[in-house]
């Protein structure tokens, strides 16, 4: 259901949602927490179906606030959406006009869910300091993405300078599997110490960054970063050992390799994550993470600055080969198909058809009430069990009377 109301207020806007609310149901009062969108009119229809999918994992209400033409009259324009068009969430989407533009927390605050969590979500650019933005400052978490921007390294600066208890980042959101992956490869053995680091990745992938960041505090050794082509984001991540390194390569956008000493090659599926994917994660948790705190505040400031490309590293044998790894990454895949191919069971064909004079007889013996073989030799199963029943019971009362060693020594 979706009701558009023109030049309206906020007051009518809510008596709207509870109308609306009566009409289709209780199924608008479960909500966990509001999460605000601060979107462009021309990303709107993206953020909105983005969470939309997110909040089929958390229902919420989600509050679009979209500032409009800043000249002539405040006007406010608001649509209202419920039921299968909202997901299972209630959607008011806000344009607003004039110079109401500028005063987007006054329209917000009255569309609020009470004593619930407020989430804010810039899924552009974001303002330079999200936590002093006036949204921003009544939200317990602020998302970001500092993919967004086009300076990502400079604006992931930014982000450490002005960070707050509660923000976070889609950048980080994303490299959770690799994060993962590094760190199951580490629990097993040999367990030996980490000498160094590379990650490979684009110079416009903030998610490489934070990677790099990361494994330079959790680990304290230096981290080295390798650029690749623009857009590949993250490529590889090679970890020395004194017994090898472990080199977990992702040549393309869906399959990945994971090699190290000791163990047999592993063949990964690691795609990109999609947005809907990272925004549902992100609302999992309301509290401060602190481990993106360490990442950007302290890790950041131990990257090594990036003077080789992936290529060039590869040469010199300081970092994995993204050739190698495709072709690795295929071996793996026709050897899966092969094991797949032997382990499948067959049944052999069915006949042509069946023999008349065999058919035949099978009724005739049916008709006439006599047994086939297999159901004679069913029949006396159970008989040979019960012949041999009295035998073993004589057996067991004979050990019973007959006295025991020990007693007659």
Excluded: F
Excluded at 23 to 33: F, I, K, T, Y
Excluded at 110 to 133: C, H, K, N, Y
Excluded at 236 to 246: M, Q
Excluded at 292 to 306: F, H, I, S, T
């Amino acid at each position: 259901m979706i009701r558009d109301l023109t030049d309206t207020t906020t007051k009518d806007i809510s008596k709207t949602l509870v109308r609306l609310r009566n009409e289709v149901g209780a199924m608008a009062l479960g909500r966990v927490l509001t999460l605000i969108i601060v979107v462009d009119d021309a990303d709107a229809a993206e953020a909105i179906e983005v969470a939309n999918h997110a909040s089929r994992q958390h229902p919420c209400r989600i509050i679009v606030l979209i500032a409009g033409d800043r000249r002539g009259r405040n006007r406010l324009d608001a649509q209202i959406r419920l039921g299968g068009d909202a997901g299972a969430s209630e959607i008011v989407v806000l344009r607003l006009y004039g110079p109401l533009a500028k005063h987007g927390p006054s329209v917000v605050v009255p569309l609020i869910l009470p004593d619930s969590p407020i989430v804010a979500w810039w899924p552009g650019e974001a303002p330079g300091d999200v936590a002093s933005d006036p949204i921003g400052a009544m939200a317990q978490r602020r998302i970001t993405d500092a993919a967004e921007h086009r300076n990502s390294r400079l604006m992931l600066k930014k982000r450490a300078k002005t960070y707050q208890p509660g923000d976070t980042d889609l950048s980080w959101t994303r490299i959770t599997r690799w994060r993962g992956l590094l760190a199951a490869a580490l629990d097993q053995p040999p367990y030996e110490p980490v000498t160094e680091a590379v990650v490979s990745g684009a110079p416009d992938s903030p998610s490489t960054d934070l990677l790099a960041a990361w494994l330079a505090h959790r680990l304290k050794v230096p981290v080295q970063r390798v650029a690749t082509p623009r857009g590949s984001g993250i490529g590889a991540v090679r970890l020395e050992r004194k017994s090898g390194p472990i080199d977990l390569v992702r040549p393309g956008d869906t399959i990945a390799t994971l090699s190290q000493p000791g163990q047999p090659d592993r063949r990964i599926t690691l795609p990109r994550r999609e947005a809907r994917e990272i925004l549902a994660d992100e609302l999992r948790r309301l509290d401060p993470d602190n481990t993106y705190e360490d990442a950007l505040l302290d890790g950041l400031q131990k990257l090594r600055p990036v003077r080789l490309s992936a290529a060039e590293a590869a040469k010199a044998g300081k970092a994995p080969d993204p050739d190698q790894a495709r072709r690795l990454a295929e071996r793996l895949s026709r050897d899966d198909s092969a094991k797949e191919a032997m382990a499948m069971i067959t049944s052999p064909p069915a006949p042509d058809r069946s023999e008349v004079e065999q058919v035949h007889s099978a009724t005739v013996r049916k008709l006439a009430g006599k047994r086939t073989p297999r159901e004679k030799e069913a029949a006396a199963q159970p008989r040979q069990r019960k012949a041999a029943r009295p035998a073993s019971s004589e057996k067991s009362s004979a050990a019973k009377t007959s006295p025991s060693r020990k007693g007659s020594s």
